[in-house]
């Protein structure tokens, strides 16, 4: 079974080394959207919706400076942190992190299929 969950975070970054405007300080609401695989279980759950979505969120760098955490920010860097986070999470709960997309606007993303 797959679940899907989507998120927000707004988070400000720039890009090292780039030409363009993007090498300056800006900031993004990001949207997030996690595909998870996993068992139902006895509850007729594969996991409980509420507890997903708070665990998802602490994952999230939500109006933080994202160069703190990566040298170069791109959507794609960021996507490949947030995949490797909370990959390690779900496994503790027993659930695979299938598909995780990074939305930077409504039409650019960067996006990661396991």
Known sequence: MILKIKSKFSAAHKLPGYNGECSNLHGHTWQVVFEIEGNVGQSGMVYDF?????MLKEAL????????????????????????????Q?????L?????????????AAIIKK
């Open 50 to 54: 509420k507890l997903l979505k708070a």
């Open 96 to 108: 695979v992190l299938k598909t995780l997309e990074v939305w930077e606007n409504e039409d650019a």
């Open 90 to 94: 779900l496994a503790e709960k027993k």
């Open 61 to 88: 760098p939500d109006h933080k400076y994202l160069n703190d955490f990566i040298e170069n920010p791109t959507a794609e860097n960021i996507c490949q942190m947030l995949f490797d986070k909370v990959s390690a």
